[in-house]
């Protein structure tokens, strides 16, 4: 049985890994070809993750890069199609919502190869995100679709989607975090940022909706400059966020100080920091998920969400790209308020063995 697993972006990475090292402890039932596109392409994006989750080189890379989305998309299918064309595999597997999964889904389903979508059924509502355009497409067109909690099952059951394909198997990005969580323990990294561990705000931004307009963006600058003026804040920053705040001519942000700005991180510096951080704020998804097992607080700067169990059983709260009210629930916090939550069900380190034992019982 030959499947592609597919990797693009920085979150493809660490929900891969788990299956990929699934799929090799069968490797006299599975021949596993990982593919790359190449979408996230440089050290800090992509070569540190196969290194730190033990990933092997790529056996196709694509080397689609940057792109609008039309062409980032076209780019991919194209590349994708060629490379497989003479030697097709019986299964294409991808994960998330991101355009590399939409693309080679797409390039999968015209060629009749079976898809499997790792994080089916989730669902922010919100079409204006390139990623549910990304996520309800790919979600149509797959054989297998692997959710993470019981409300994407119910998404998709709401959308038509036949029963039998649906598979609540739990959360691969948290086997990741599960797997190398005690690997991470001894990592200087708070050492080399100056800060204490317990007594920081971590904080990511990088989503188009809060980036890409400079009032919101402007907005979201100043109330962290006002946080910074409490605790300090480290800010390890995306490329897109780096590059819209050269356009918007908002360098002054970056000397404020007590503020670590940084290039993106690792993932092992990465989870050190948000495991031992006071509160993480932040627009992405992977990070609402991974602060919800650790149990640190997390203030998700979006109107919605489409990973709601964090909010309902988890430790995250949404409270959009409003300074006034980042501000309050952040000093709140910081004040003492306790958030407690639990861990949702099926979050245990095991969602990838889940994964590859029904596609043993299904591929014949
Ligand atoms: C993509 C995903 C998003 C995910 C995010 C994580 C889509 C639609 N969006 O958004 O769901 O949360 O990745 O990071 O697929 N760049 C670099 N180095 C790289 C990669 C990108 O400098 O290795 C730059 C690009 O040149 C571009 C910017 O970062 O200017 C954005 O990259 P892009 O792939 O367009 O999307 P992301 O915003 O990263």
Known sequence: MKIDLIVGARPNYMKAAPIYRELMKYSDKFECRLVHTGQHYDEKMSDIFFRELELPKPHIYLGVGSGRHGEQTGKIMIAYEKAIFDNKPDLVLVAGDVNSTTA???????????????????????????????????????????????????????????????????????DSLYYYLPKVDKRPIHAQLGVERGNYVLITLHRPS??????????????????????????????????????????????????????????????????????????????????????????????NTERPVTVWIGTNELVGPYPDKILERTLAILDGEQIKGKIPEYWDGHAAERIVGILSHELH
């Open 210 to 303: 809060n980036v890409d307009q400079d009032e919101i963006f402007k907005g979201l600058f100043d109330t962290i400059e006002k946080i910074q003026e409490r605790i300090s804040v480290v800010f390890p920053m995306h490329p897109r966020t780096r590059k819209m705040l050269d356009e918007f001519g908002m360098g002054k942000y970056l000397k404020l100080p007590n503020i670590k700005i940084t290039e993106p991180l690792g993932y092992h510096d990465f989870m050190k920091l948000q495991k031992d951080a006071k509160l993480v704020l932040t627009d992405s998804g992977g990070l609402q998920e991974e602060t919800t097992v650790l149990g640190v607080p997390c203030l998700t700067l979006r109107k």
């Open 104 to 174: 080679c889904s797409l390039v999968a389903v015209k060629l009749h190869i079976k898809v499997g979508h790792i994080e089916g059924g989730l669902r922010s509502r919100d079409w204006n995100m390139p990623e549910e355009v990304n996520r309800i497409v790919t979600d149509n067109i797959s054989d297998y679709l692997f959710t993470t909690c019981r409300d994407a099952d119910e998404n998709l059951l709401k959308e038509g989607i036949a029963k039998e394909k649906i598979h609540f198997v739990g959360n691969t990005m948290i």
